[in-house]
């Protein structure tokens, strides 16, 4: 059973390493292509979408698809990296209880 949760936890781990560097080249990638077009919005922006909607989208119609892009993969980042340290974090607080 230990080794089993030990396993887990290295193995969660990897899958948050490999997370981390999957989508940072994704939002970089999208990231570079709003730097090249100066393309620009603050984080309040990334969270609220329709703020986004209203302020950022008309002022840069041409670049839509990249925005959405970056937003996207911003917001599937975060998503996945808290699933995974909860899961982590459970996971260690079992080997911490059963060692």
Same mark, same amino acid.
């Given at each position: 059973? #230990?080794?089993? !949760? &030990? ?7 990897? +899958?948050?390493? /490999? ?11 999208? #990231?570079?292509? !709003? &730097? ?7 984080? +309040?922006?990334? /969270? ?6 209203k302020?950022?989208?008309?002022? #840069?119609?041409?670049?839509r ?27 260690g ?7």
């Open positions: 059973m #230990y080794t089993l !949760l &030990v396993s887990l936890v290295i193995g969660l781990f990897v +899958a948050l390493l /490999f997370v981390n560097v999957y989508f940072r080249a994704k939002v970089l990638k999208s #990231y570079g292509v !709003l &730097v090249r077009n100066r393309v620009q919005f603050g984080a +309040a922006h990334v /969270f609220n979408r329709r703020r986004m909607e302020e950022i989208l008309p002022r #840069y119609p041409h670049c698809r990249e925005i959405e892009a970056f937003v996207r993969h911003i917001h599937y980042t975060i998503r996945m990296a808290t699933v995974l340290i909860v899961l982590i974090t459970a996971l607080a079992v080997l911490m209880y059963y060692r």
